[in-house]
């Protein structure tokens, strides 16, 4: 029975056909480049089109991942790296291609944590969390074999996790966590340390404005004494935040993926050290923290699932 499993990104497009048994039987990428508004929906639902109209699979179920918000009732997405997705009605789009084919849809976060269900670290695994650092963050939270989606669809939106006093202004576009923590908080707080902190640093080679979560890491490689800030910050984040999640949902396993792990991924046994000193001591000493299987796939192995799961039930 093949599923598509469609994966949107801030910056890519992902599709593959699996089979039931998770198979990945054929995939492709496309960059968004400049796309915004109905210009993503129609690169979706053309990608949608080609994969039906393709002659090597009988697609029988489609999963859709998208970066936000996917609201269950309407079927309409926040997506607020996408210009023009305040409200966008993707599924409806999607099921006018897909005419009797089922289509289902989820955020990325939770299609993340299903795909480590299905095929990665959380086999077998009816607690889990997955926290997705990338641009943002985001925590696929796995319940009694469940996702956790809330009132209103939107439980795991963790950037906005108050992990410091007091509050400031900064924080509200993107939260306490995800401003000092995330692949786009890294550089922030970088320059911040360079415009305040006259200590030498390899990172002042770089214009400012060019400065990334990656060129950080490189730095923090070569024992530059900004990067080691910065990043020693985002690993008592990272600690602190995973002791909120251990205590509150006493999981099996802490997952970690997303853009940042990669580079991230050295760090997680400085994580878990920190995370002791917060967290529930009984809880935290049998939860295990590892770096995700799937990687970069890992949403659209969850799409996948989730349409495969949803024609099973």
């Not at 992902?14 to 508004?37: C, D």
Request: proline share 5%.
């Amino acid at each position: 029975m093949p599923v598509l499993g469609i994966d949107l990104g801030a910056t890519k497009l992902a599709a593959a056909v699996f089979s039931e048994s998770g198979e990945r039987l054929s995939s492709n990428t496309t960059p968004l480049e400049k796309r915004k508004g109905t210009e993503v929906g129609r690169l979706i639902t053309a990608q949608v089109r080609k994969s039906i109209d393709s002659k090597g699979h009988s697609i029988k179920s489609i999963g859709v991942s998208v970066p936000g918000i996917s609201r269950h009732k309407t079927g309409r997405v926040w997506a607020p790296n996408i210009e023009g997705w305040e409200d966008y009605p993707l599924l409806d789009e999607i099921k006018q291609i897909a005419g009797a084919i089922p289509v289902d849809m989820d955020s990325d976060r939770a299609c993340c944590m299903l795909g480590e269900q299905w095929q990665g670290r959380a086999k077998r695994c009816k607690d889990a969390i997955f926290i997705a650092v990338g641009t943002g963050i985001g925590a696929g939270i796995l319940v009694d074999g469940n996702i956790l989606r809330g009132s209103q669809d939107i439980a795991g939106a963790v950037g906005w996790m108050a992990l410091s006093k007091p509050f400031e202004r900064k924080y509200i576009p993107c939260g306490c966590f995800e401003y000092y923590a995330s692949g786009g908080g890294i550089p922030k707080f970088a320059k911040e340390l360079l415009a305040s902190d006259p200590t030498r640093s390899v990172l002042r080679a770089l214009p400012l404005d060019e400065i990334t979560a990656r060129h950080v890491f490189d730095a923090f490689d070569q024992k530059d004494p900004i990067a080691a800030i910065v990043i020693q910050e985002c690993i008592t984040y990272w600690g602190m935040a995973t002791a909120n999640f251990v205590s509150i949902f006493n999981p099996e396993k802490i997952i970690f993926g997303g853009g940042l792990f990669g580079p991230a991924g050295k760090f997680i046994e400085a994580i878990k050290a920190e995370a002791e000193k917060w967290a529930q001591p009984i809880s935290i000493a049998q939860v295990s923290f590892e770096q995700s299987l799937l990687g970069s796939d890992a949403a659209v192995f969850g799409a996948a699932y989730l349409a495969l799961k949803n024609r099973l039930a």
